[in-house]
């Protein structure tokens, strides 16, 4: 599975940015997919996952009512979509897939994208 992450960018405090995360190779409608982002100097956390279908979502408390995961299977894409961004929220962001349930720990996912960078200005 080969997954392209794209969205990013420039944004002040309070707005919003949707990012996007393009599969392809292998049957994408059945795996897991999560959203993970790493600041610098800090270690990669957990932001959000979706399952298979969709039916089932997961967020990191600091990102909780603020972020959505969502995904369409008939494009082989996941996205979040991120309001209320705030400065803390800065970090590269990756898509990382799995077969099986979706999960918080980046040790569980198999593939992952190359980052797309989100700075939030104060």
């Known amino acids: 599975v080969q997954l392209q992450a794209s969205g990013g960018g420039l944004v002040q405090a309070g707005g919003s940015l949707r990012l996007s995360c393009a599969a392809s190779?292998?049957?994408?409608?059945?795996?897991?997919m999560g959203w993970f982002r790493q600041a610098p100097g800090k270690e990669r956390e957990f932001v959000a996952a979706?399952?298979?279908?969709?039916?089932?979502?997961y967020y990191a408390g600091s990102v909780k009512g603020r972020f959505t995961i969502s995904r369409d299977n008939a494009k082989n894409t996941v996205y979040v979509q991120m309001n209320s961004l705030k400065p803390e929220d800065t970090a590269v962001y990756y898509c990382?897939?799995?077969?099986?349930?979706?999960?918080?720990?980046?040790?569980?996912?198999?593939?992952w994208g190359q980052g797309t960078l989100v700075t939030v200005s104060s």
């Open positions: 990382a897939t799995r077969q099986g349930v979706y999960s918080g720990s980046y040790n569980d996912y198999d593939y």
């Open positions: 190779g292998r049957t994408f409608g059945r795996y897991a």
């Open positions: 979706i399952s298979w279908s969709g039916g089932s979502t």
